[in-house]
């Protein structure tokens, strides 16, 4: 079987696409298709169904490529490296959200890129988490970090660790409230408060309410950044009250730049999972990133 038709099938199929895929490719959308023909003609099978938006592939196709994707990326990986491991250095493709990325996974990977002979480069980007699988099933990335856990066989997803949220603002911004206030009123005690979030649809204040409330927040977003970081300067400055993930807040709790407004007994929590392309774990400097961060996390929680 050509390899080339195979690597066309695995693009096809982590893309769901035969116009990104021919993007991804350098090749011609027609050329893309008319390679995915002859594969299936040669198996006798179809490999996708033909949709209005893009390709699903048939139970043939996720068996077929459940197996070469895991073949491909290693010959990919050693046209990439050449035949010599030990002269070779090896670049590592992360991404993940921007603020736990740039937190927590570089400083721990950071300690694998010096020269000890089983280094490697370090390349990160971040995006949200479904532009992180994405550009992992697409073959952007070797190792992804985010809230989604994949569906299909061709990503595999570990459990990383788990992130608790907490509701802050600043000590001027507390004691407008008060604590006693809070803890017998509940939520009605903070609706009229002005709100710093990432996004209009408040997705992390939503979240918390849902979870400790049981309700919706009755505020809008006063203040909107598109950055946790960002959104933890603005509550520190006093723009408002922000929901904020623990380890981001840790040591602003500990200044009393911010205080928590709000001690659950079961407080919100979110899980941060490792993923990478089916079968790549083979790749050495793949698998110790992964084991490292998987180390890691264990101080993290």
Same mark, same amino acid.
């Given at each position: ?9 695995v ?14 490719? &350098?090749?011609s959308?027609?050329?893309?298709? !008319? +390679?995915?023909? =002859? ?13 209005a ?13 459940h ?14 490296t ?9 670049t ?8 736990? =990325? ?11 890129? /010096?020269?000890? /002979? +089983?280094g ?10 479904? *532009? ?6 697409s ?5 992804a970090? /985010? =809230?989604?856990r994949?569906r ?10 788990? $992130? $608790?949220?907490?509701?802050?603002? %600043?000590p001027?911004?507390?004691e ?9 009123t509940?939520?009605? %005690?903070? *609706?009229?408060? @002005? ?5 209009? !649809?408040? @997705?992390?204040v ?8 049981? !309700?919706?927040?009755?505020?809008s &977003?006063?203040?909107?950044v ?6 933890l ?16 807040c ?20 979110? =899980? ?11 790749? @050495? ?17």
């Amino acid at each position: 079987m050509d390899l080339a038709l195979l690597r066309t099938f695995v693009t096809v199929h982590r893309a769901g696409s035969f116009t990104r895929a021919a993007a991804l490719l &350098g090749l011609s959308q027609p050329a893309v298709t !008319s +390679q995915i023909r =002859t594969l299936e003609r040669q198996l006798g099978r179809p490999l996708f169904l033909r949709q209005a938006r893009g390709v699903t592939p048939t139970t043939i196709g996720d068996e077929l490529a459940h197996k070469a994707a895991p073949h491909l990326d290693a010959l990919v990986e050693i046209a990439e490296t050449g035949l010599d491991d030990e002269s070779s250095v090896r670049t590592l493709h992360l991404a993940g959200p921007p603020e736990f =990325t740039a937190k927590r996974a570089l400083p721990a990977l950071t300690e694998l890129t /010096g020269d000890d /002979g +089983q280094g490697f480069e370090l390349r990160a980007s971040f995006g949200t988490a479904e *532009e992180v699988l994405e550009g992992l099933a697409s073959g952007h990335h070797d190792l992804a970090i /985010g =809230t989604l856990r994949p569906r299909g066989a061709l990503l595999t997803a570990t459990p990383l660790c788990d $992130e $608790e949220y907490v509701l802050v603002a %600043a000590p001027g911004r507390a004691e407008d409230i008060g604590a006693q206030n809070l803890r017998r009123t509940g939520a009605s %005690a903070l *609706e009229n408060l @002005p709100v710093v979030e990432v996004h209009e !649809s408040l @997705p992390f204040v939503s979240r918390y309410w849902a979870s400790v409330f049981d !309700s919706r927040p009755a505020a809008s &977003g006063t203040v909107i950044v598109p950055d946790l970081r960002a959104v933890l300067a603005c509550a520190i400055a006093g723009a408002g009250l922000a929901v904020l993930p623990r380890y981001l807040c840790a040591e602003a709790l500990d200044r009393e730049d911010v205080v928590a407004l709000h001690e659950p007994a079961v407080p919100p929590l979110r =899980t941060y999972v490792l993923v990478v392309r089916t079968g790549t774990l083979a790749m @050495p400097h793949i698998a110790r990133a992964h084991d490292w961060l998987l180390r890691a996390a264990a101080d993290w929680c």
